[in-house]
């Protein structure tokens, strides 16, 4: 399978601690993006790298958040001393240079902080 | 900050009844995308619409992108129990890409 992969798919963990999510694009894709999706609500953009630069974080992404992309290829989103409002699912996206537009996700990681 | 209203939030209908769902900005948009996602899953890519006046089919899908690349809609020809999800739609504008909250669709059997 050559689609968005991302994991853990679930994490539980307690209010405090810190956690880390991967997400592996599409080999052929330059583009990835982070979003936070709540019950209910569409999703919400994080961030998004153009192969290993962040080019954009979105104001939602506190100090307490930082997404890394070392080599251009998969990328980490890390949740330091997670808060309760930190419970959602996190997606990752990627696209092509071709069609920067058109996103295709993974399955997604919800995290559910106690 | 681009934001995209969808409407109606939620929608229930009975099967092989027809359905439009809007998309609605203040802004343009060069392209916009609409978005599938069932429960637990990542968004599914539909269509893409690029031209202002375009109008796409896919099946018994019809998007139309406005005039104004500002809005578009999607419509739903004889609904199906399978058509039954959360239909986003999204907008490129730079260098990210915004959604709206979706409009949440129920097709009865």
């Known amino acids: 399978d050559t689609g968005v992969s991302q994991d853990p798919r679930h994490k539980i963990t307690k209010r405090g601690q810190n956690v880390t999510f991967r997400c592996d694009p599409i080999?052929?894709?330059?583009?990835l993006y982070w979003y936070r999706q709540t019950l209910g609500q569409g999703p919400e953009f994080l961030t998004y790298?153009?192969?290993?630069?962040?080019?954009?974080k979105s104001r939602l992404l506190s100090d307490r958040f930082s997404a890394e992309r070392p080599k251009g290829s998969f990328s980490t989103l890390e949740i330091q001393r997670t808060e309760q409002g930190d419970s959602a699912m996190y997606l990752c996206?990627?696209?092509?240079?071709?069609?920067?537009?058109?996103?295709?996700f993974g399955e997604g990681s919800r995290l559910t902080v106690l | 900050t681009q934001l995209l209203e969808q409407s109606p939030q939620f929608l229930s209908i009975q099967e092989g009844e027809n359905l439009t769902v809007y998309c609605n900005s203040s802004?343009?948009?060069?392209?916009l995308q609409w978005y599938r996602q069932e429960p637990g899953e990542g968004p599914v890519l539909l269509v893409t619409?690029?031209?202002?006046?375009e109008v796409k089919k896919l099946k018994r899908l019809t998007f139309q992108f406005g005039d104004a690349r500002k809005d578009s809609s999607l419509h739903i020809t004889a609904a199906q129990p399978g058509d039954t999800g959360l239909y986003l739609c999204?907008?490129?504008?730079?260098?990210?890409?915004?959604f709206g909250a979706g409009t949440r669709l129920t097709v009865k059997p």
């Open positions: 996206a990627s696209s092509s240079g071709l069609a920067p537009g058109e996103l295709f």
């Open positions: 080999s052929e894709h330059n583009r």
């Open positions: 790298f153009q192969n290993e630069a962040q080019l954009e």
């Open positions: 802004s343009v948009f060069s392209s």
């Open positions: 619409v690029v031209t202002g006046g």
């Open positions: 999204a907008g490129a504008g730079g260098n990210d890409m915004r």
